[in-house]
């Protein structure tokens, strides 16, 4: 026993000896205290071991995480000028992948609730104001996912006081001055006391109202799945003025957005975090669905992790995926494409990002959310691929998305801080190389083209 005691306690120190940011933390009572532990749990030495590398493995990226974090704290605190007259905090946003701190002015106008104010800032726009809170981070988290796979999300700040301590999160109002905003909710309320179609206005306040008292509950079948999607879609035949085209481009923006919220494991999508925006500066209604937001609800004690909230339901994440895939596939084939397309690049930026807004241990479980989503949606798709045949034109999009996507990354490889782990370091390898050919590509194409118009006669 006291032999394997210490052959412990010299794979401990060995292991030591190779990581020099654990160099300090361990004295030599606590690696006889650990080595005590480990002799405890009867495994063999090579177990023993092997549990010693992986816990190590563990600290020393917790420590790159924390010490990431405090590094750009110090990048921001170099990077602020003395706040200008009038100005009384610096808004931090990821403008297309690019880091922006700049000054602003927030006044207070009125409480929403004791959790949200809406502003004024720079005496010109309306914003909501979310105070600090792990789970707001999300939403700066979503936006910048959101940028990179082309959906339409609310425009979102971080707040600093003049010290660069965080105040919170800011959303900027995404209605105009001739709009006007309502969820889903008020969306029913609307239709009720606009639209002139009173049948369809009948079948639609009968099923939520029957469903609104019920509570959250479990889906029972495909058909609880059928009729959820059916409710919203027949939300957008009923508003007064609406065209077809219209209702088709609803339609696709909403399927669209229920892909992203599996994605990015958002579980807040009730009736009241999702809505359209109506704009009546012509003589008739007009549509559109609104920005993504409020998606910060990433997990719930009473949500499993295969589970979502889909309108009045919970769901299974992977059944309601199947059902979207195996029913509404056009509309959602170029998102899913992009994703899938592209997930080796993907994957290491949406690590990069969330590194910058979480701390070790809620970033470990959002990471491997992600990974995990982004595995469902390729297994998925690439079994629905099985079953169809896609023309030219279907391949042309999906490569001109994704030259599109190669443009919006370049930003983030160059802006976006790189954690110091194996899994992040290959992970920015293989951005660096697709991005550099895709550059090569463009810029044989350019001179190809000089050449054929310098041989042209004028």
Known sequence: MEEKR?????????????LEELGKVYSEDKINTLALKLLSTNKSIDEIKQLIDNKFSNEVRKINHDNHLATLKEYYLSSIDKLKKGNNCYLLSYEEGVKVLEQ????????????????????????????????????????DIAYLLKVNYAKTYRVFDSHMDPQGILNISFAN??????????????????????NLKTELEAYHDKNIKRGL????????????????????????????????KL???????????????????????????????????????????NKYITSIDSIKENETIFNFFVVDKKELLS????????????????????????????????????????YNRYYDNIKNNIAMIEELVNKKKETIKEDDSDLETYEDNNQAYYNRIAPFIENYAEVDNV?????????????????FITIIIILLAIIAVSRMDI
Do not use: C, W
Request: without cysteine.
């Open 6 to 18: 210490l052959a412990i306690i010299a794979h401990i120190k060995e292991r030591l000896s190779s």
């Open 104 to 143: 602003a002015h927030l006044k207070v106008d009125k409480e929403v609730n004791p959790y949200l104010k809406q502003v004024v800032v720079n005496k010109n726009y309306i914003g909501y104001q979310k105070d600090n809170n792990s789970i707001n981070d999300y939403e700066l988290i979503m936006s």
């Open 177 to 198: 001055k001739n709009e006007r905003y309502l969820t889903f909710e008020e969306t029913l309320r609307f239709i009720k006391e606009e639209s002139p179609n009173f």
């Open 217 to 248: 509950k479990n889906a029972k079948s495909l058909e609880d799945y059928e009729k959820s999607l059916d409710y919203i879609f027949k939300l957008f035949s009923s508003l007064p003025d609406i065209t077809k085209k219209n209702i088709a």
């Open 251 to 293: 339609k696709k923006e909403y399927l669209n957005m229920k892909v992203f919220e599996i994605l990015i494991n958002s579980l807040n999508n009730n009736l009241s975090n999702s809505g359209i925006i109506i704009d009546k500066s012509s003589l008739k209604y007009t549509y559109e669905l609104s920005p993504s937001y």
């Open 323 to 362: 059902y979207l895939i195996d029913n509404y596939y056009d509309e959602i084939k170029e998102l899913l494409n992009l994703i899938t397309d592209n997930k080796d690049t993907l994957i290491p930026i949406i690590n990069q990002v969330i590194t910058e807004h979480l701390d070790y241990k809620e």
């Open 423 to 439: 899994e992040t370091s290959t992970g920015g390898t293989i951005l660096m190389i697709i991005v550099a050919g895709v550059l």
